[in-house]
């Protein structure tokens, strides 16, 4: 198993000071993946996954985005999703230069593995700086292009209004832990969790339909080999607009990109019980470690 072998803080551009955490395997580094967590939590939850990678031979780093986890800015706000998207871009480059030539994306393969409001960053991202560092691919788990639950017309006037004389007003995170996964060490764990961020803005909230509507339009233009998953039961995120705006991908084959439904499944797919979570993550192992032997 893995450890948190080193954390280090950058400044993004804008001066925001962000936290990012590294796992480094044991011996070769064979490929590097950047996590990119979603929103109300931090990289660090995803020790486990990156410790499965790391007994792959895989480096793995990540952010915890600016308003979350121990990263500065305003909590649980961005003006617009282009910002995490520089943040991204930012990060990437700063660990392409600390790792060192040997271990950079012209010598080993990167790729990034991006959950949720992660997701929404990365395809964000991939709209406006795909050729700006070198990857091998992106892993794209539960999007964020829709929410699941819909907040009605009232309600949505009402945010939209407050948006534009209070962007940074907070709200109430309304995800409840028990709709993340069904593991219940997992839930309790998230529940707990105190680096966990619990309200965003209105100003987010705008940013995020900004970033959703401009990814639901504009994912066709993405060129990078993708692998998309998300889970029929999830009650975060809406699953079939997810697979709506894949089907958009109309050179999907012909670029590498594809993607799996799991019935039933919740939203942190890679959190679901050991029996559920195994087939999920061997199937995304597999979909990297393919992409590694054809760079060989």
């Known amino acids: 198993m893995s450890q948190t072998s080193q954390t280090r803080k950058l400044e993004a551009r804008d001066g925001t000071k962000l936290h990012t955490e590294l796992w480094e395997p044991e011996g070769e580094v064979k490929f590097v993946v950047c996590m990119v967590h979603g929103q109300s939590e931090h990289v660090s939850r995803y020790d486990q996954v990156a410790a499965e990678l790391n007994e792959l031979g895989g480096l793995v780093f990540g952010p915890d985005h600016r308003g979350e986890g121990r990263s500065g800015g305003i909590p649980g706000h961005a003006d617009r999703f282009e910002q995490y998207a520089e943040d991204l871009l930012d990060v990437l480059r700063d660990y392409q230069v600390h790792l060192g030539e040997a271990r950079g994306p012209d010598r080993v393969p990167w790729f990034l593995w991006a959950h949720s409001m992660g997701g929404l960053i990365a395809l964000t991202y991939l709209l406006d700086h795909e050729h700006d560092v070198a990857l091998r691919g992106a892993v794209i788990s539960a999007p964020l292009l829709k929410v699941a639950i819909e907040i009605g017309p009232v309600k949505e006037f009402i945010v939209r209004a407050l948006a534009k004389l209070f962007p940074r007003m907070a709200v109430p ?26 309200k965003v803005t209105t100003g987010w909230v705008m940013a995020m339909e900004a970033a959703s509507d401009r990814v639901q339009q504009g994912a066709r233009n993405v060129t990078l080999p993708m692998h998309w998953y998300v889970g029929t039961g999830d009650q975060i995120v809406n699953s079939t607009v997810t697979e709506q705006t894949f ?40 979909w990297i470690l393919a992409r590694v032997a054809s760079t060989d």
Do not use: M
Not at 180 to 190: A, K, L, M, S
Not at 249 to 256: G, V
């Open 173 to 198: 995170v309304a995800i409840d832990p028990n709709t993340i996964c069904r593991d219940p060490e997992q839930v309790q764990r998230y529940d707990l969790d105190s680096r966990r961020t619990r």
């Open 247 to 286: 089907a958009t991908l109309s050179e999907a084959a012909a670029r590498d990109q594809s993607i799996e439904v799991w019935p039933g499944y919740f939203h942190e797919l890679h959190n679901e019980p050991t029996e559920l979570r195994a087939p999920v993550i061997a199937k995304v192992h597999e």
